[in-house]
C-alpha cells in the first residue's frame, strides 16, 4: 500500500524566515513522483512543485524548493521568506508510475497547516 | 482560459436524492479525476477516466458513478445521496503522461442531510 505521511498538523513561522514542511512516503515502485499542493482558506487547490524519483536535482520554483532524500524517502517542502499569503493548509502527494502508465492517482498525506504571523 | 470548473459550487440534498456534478476542462487534457476531501483528510481519489471513452474506480468509488461524456468534460452522478456522502468534491485534470501533474477545480460543497 502506498502511504504519505505529514507528522506536523500545524506550524508556525514568523513572516520573511524560511520553513521546512516535513513529509515522508511509503512506496516499493522504483518510479514515482511526489507533488506538494497548497490550500488556502479560499478552498482550491494549487500546485506548488514536482520532484521525480529519478531526478539528481532537487525541485525549485521560485520560494519553494523540495528537499528530496530518497533513501530517507522523505520530500520535504522548504519555503524561504514567508509571506502572509502563505497561510494555508499544504498537502504532500505521491503518484506511482509504471510501465508507461501513471496508474491514474495521487495519494494524498493529511496536510499541515501553515500560519504565518506578522 | 478558465482550466478546471465545476458546477455547482454548493449544494444541499436530502438522504435518498440524486444529482450530478459537472466538471469541465480546457486545457485539452486526455485525464481526468475526481477526489474527495473530508475535514482532516487529504483528498482521496473516487473515479478516474485515463482517457476519453474510459473509467476506472478509485479507492472510494461506492454509491458514485461517473461518465466521461467528451475529452473536456467528466460528471459525477450519486443516485442516492447519504449523509455520510457529505464533503467537498474536487474535479482534477492532467495531460496523461509523465510528469503528469494533476490541475484541480475549485470544488464543490455538498451537504446530505
Known amino acids: 500500500a502506498q502511504k504519505i505521511t505529514q507528522t506536523q498538523p500545524g506550524m508556525f513561522v514568523q513572516e520573511k524566515e524560511a520553513v521546512t514542511l516535513d513529509c515522508t512516503y511509503d512506496t516499493s515502485d522504483p518510479s514515482y513522483g511526489l507533488f506538494w499542493y497548497k490550500q488556502p482558506s479560499s478552498g482550491e487547490m494549487i500546485f506548488l512543485i514536482y520532484q521525480g524519483s529519478y531526478d539528481q536535482q532537487n525541485a525549485t520554483e521560485g520560494r519553494y524548493s523540495l528537499n528530496f532524500q530518497k533513501a530517507r524517502k522523505s520530500a520535504n517542502l522548504v519555503i524561504s521568506a514567508s509571506q502572509l499569503g502563505d497561510s494555508a493548509m499544504y498537502f504532500c502527494?505521491?503518484?506511482?508510475?509504471?510501465?508507461?502508465?501513471?496508474?491514474?492517482?495521487?495519494?494524498f498525506g493529511r496536510g499541515t497547516q501553515l500560519t504565518v504571523w506578522p | 482560459n478558465a482550466g478546471v470548473t465545476q458546477t455547482p459550487k454548493f449544494q444541499v440534498l436530502k438522504t435518498g436524492q440524486s444529482m450530478t456534478l459537472q466538471c469541465a476542462q480546457d486545457?485539452?487534457?486526455?485525464?481526468m479525476y475526481w477526489y474527495r476531501q473530508d475535514p482532516g483528510m487529504g483528498l482521496r481519489l473516487i473515479y478516474y477516466?485515463?482517457?476519453?471513452?474510459?473509467?476506472d474506480k478509485g479507492e472510494v468509488p461506492n454509491g458514485y458513478n461517473v461518465s466521461r461524456l467528451n475529452k473536456r468534460e467528466f460528471s459525477l452522478r450519486l443516485e442516492s445521496a447519504a449523509p455520510s456522502q457529505t464533503s467537498v468534491y474536487f474535479c482534477?485534470?492532467?495531460?496523461?503522461?509523465?510528469?503528469?501533474?494533476?490541475?484541480f477545480g475549485p470544488g464543490t460543497r455538498l451537504t446530505v442531510l
Open positions: 477516466s485515463a482517457s476519453e471513452g474510459t473509467t
Open positions: 502527494a505521491m503518484r506511482r508510475f509504471r510501465r508507461g502508465s501513471t496508474l491514474g492517482r495521487l495519494y
Open positions: 482534477a485534470s492532467s495531460v496523461g503522461s509523465d510528469p503528469d501533474t494533476q490541475y
Open positions: 486545457m485539452n487534457h486526455n485525464s
